[in-house]
């Protein structure tokens, strides 16, 4: 695959970003793409593996290597076609996804891995430039209805296949525009919304019909659900996670997906009643995750005095941790761009209190260092260390906790059981709960997790929904084997 000898010849080189000066003025995407040439040497980087490992490492089994060398011979259109024969939506994980992928790459044991995500994105948008990625509605349709509740990449993957079954399929999303949390939950300056919308239209032209503003279960009964032949809930992780710590209630402390809905909706000129702003104030973010960095990133485009981030654990090794070797998702340190336009980062650190003024505003954080003690056969200790309590002076704390599990309202209402941890109950490669009609994909079975699992949890439930429906599949899976034994 590639050039035989490219990885040897060729260095990976990654996309550039527009200086901090430039790209904190506004909400805009600001790559600076590689020219074709270049792109074309990265997919020549792709060696002759034997074992590509990057499909393990891949939750859609993308067929990278295959993609990789169309790339390295100039056949973008085929390349094109090898990529949305396993993913429905590149230009989301070509601009979202940590990757797994390159971090599986065998090319990584000895050097920089191949940049997969980023030859991934450019193949996507050279095809949607070219116009080679066209609706693709059904010949036939088959008479069953699908109700899918949720439009993020879960929602949207299961509407495609199921609607290329010949299903039809209606998607529900309680927000006033699809996409979930890609629409609202993803800075603009990430993925902007023109990005969706134009895939949203292809869906549409495809025969999906979309209903916004819907809320099942709260403004939509859950009763006129039983109209549709089968439903695939993929509502998402949506609990966010808070603190047990004394003055939690202060005015100023904001959960970050509040704080990151609001300012997207703004940037679109939605109304907004009492805006979040960061401008001028000492922020802490807590949580040293994408939400968090997100939270950064957007906190310096409000103009914030000072931007501090806290995280609970140890700052990860500079390198791949021995505890996490190859092929597996390394535990080492990232810096995203927000991290390079602005901030302090403390690792170790816990939130003792929040402080408030006698109007109930927040104007301070109260923290002490920890340590975690670890014992074989107990889960680990935080220790705080005495001596090392210290008081942050905070108007605005960002709560980047992640998120619990999903919410309970369809589950209750629906009667669908919940596992331990919360989550809607349905077998991996099933995905069917206890109500025979209804399955459940995405951080709505899983629990909060990545782009590209919820895409691929998509895929798969709509194959188990067509078996459903219609006894047979010719939908594609990843374990095809074990779908012929469930028929």
Same mark, same amino acid.
């Given at each position: !695959? ?5 990885? @040897? ?13 430039? *790209? ?14 270049? %792109? ?6 792709? !060696? ?10 891949? +939750?859609?089994?993308? /067929?990278? &290597? ?33 990757? +797994?992928?390159? #971090? ?8 920089? &891995? ?10 996507? =948008? ?37 609607? *290329? ?17 890609? *629409?609202?939950?993803? &800075?603009?300056?990430? /993925? ?5 919308? $134009? ?26 659900? @039983? ?29 970050? !997906?509040?704080? /990151?809905? #609001? ?10 009643? =009492? #805006? ?36 609970? !654990?140890? @700052? ?24 390079? =336009? ?37 889960? +680990? ?19 980047? /906790? ?15 059981? *919940?596992?331990? $941890? ?32 919820? %895409? ?19 939908? &594609? ?11």
């Amino acid at each position: !695959m590639g050039k035989v000898t490219g990885f @040897k010849e060729f260095e990976r080189q990654d996309e550039k970003y527009t200086s901090v000066k430039d *790209r904190v003025k506004d909400y805009k995407e600001f790559t600076v793409p590689l020219s074709e040439k270049e %792109i074309t040497k990265q997919g020549s980087r792709c !060696m002759d593996c034997g074992i590509p490992f990057c499909h393990s490492g891949c +939750p859609l089994g993308n /067929l990278i &290597p295959d993609f990789n060398h169309m790339v390295h011979q100039g056949e973008w259109q085929k390349a094109s076609w090898i990529l949305h024969s396993t993913n429905n939506f590149p230009e989301f994980t070509g601009r979202l996804c940590p990757a +797994p992928c390159e #971090q599986a790459c065998v090319l990584g044991i000895i050097e920089d &891995p191949v940049s997969i995500e980023n030859i991934e994105k450019n193949i996507v =948008e050279r095809a949607f430039k070219e116009g080679w990625i066209k609706s693709q509605p059904p010949k036939n349709r088959t008479g069953k209805t699908v109700a899918v509740v949720g439009s993020g990449p879960a929602g949207l993957a299961t509407a495609q296949q199921l609607n *290329r079954a010949g299903h039809t399929v209606t998607v529900f999303e309680r927000d006033d525009e699809v996409g979930g949390l890609l *629409r609202y939950g993803i &800075p603009n300056f990430k /993925l902007e919304k023109g990005i969706i919308d $134009r895939r949203v239209s292809i869906l549409e032209a495809e025969g999906i019909i979309f209903k916004t503003n819907v809320n099942v279960g709260i403004n939509y009964d859950v009763k006129d659900l @039983k109209a549709f032949d089968s439903i695939v809930l993929c509502g998402g992780a949506t609990e966010k996670r808070s603190l047990p710590t004394p003055g939690i209630d202060a005015d100023g402390v904001v959960q970050a !997906m509040e704080f /990151l809905t #609001q300012q997207t909706k703004v940037v679109f000129d939605k109304e907004v009643k =009492e #805006q979040v702003l960061a401008t001028d104030k000492n922020v802490i973010v807590i949580g040293g995750g994408d939400t968090g960095s997100d939270c950064i990133g957007t906190s310096n485009r409000h103009g914030a005095k000072s931007v501090v981030n806290f995280e609970i !654990m140890p @700052k990860p090794p500079g390198h791949r941790s021995p505890t996490t070797p190859w092929p597996f998702w390394p535990l080492k340190l990232k810096t995203s761009s927000s991290h390079k =336009e602005g901030v302090e980062r403390n690792w170790l650190i816990n939130t003792k209190e929040f402080v408030k003024d006698e109007n109930g505003k927040l104007i301070a954080l109260k923290t002490v260092n920890v340590e975690w003690k670890m014992v074989p056969g107990e889960r +680990p200790k935080l220790i705080e260390i005495a001596g090392t309590e210290k008081t942050w002076p905070c108007e605005l704390a960002l709560l980047a /906790l992640g998120f619990t599990g999903p919410e309970d309202t369809l589950a209750n209402k629906l009667g669908i059981d *919940r596992d331990i $941890r919360s989550n809607y109950k349905a077998e991996y490669g099933k995905y069917q709960t206890n109500v025979k009609n209804i399955f459940t994909a995405g951080d709505m079975r899983r629990g909060q997790s990545l782009i590209v699992w919820a %895409i691929s949890e998509g895929r798969e439930a709509a194959r188990q929904v067509d078996l459903f429906l219609m006894g047979k599949s010719e939908l &594609p899976s990843k374990d095809i084997a074990g779908d012929l034994v469930a028929m």
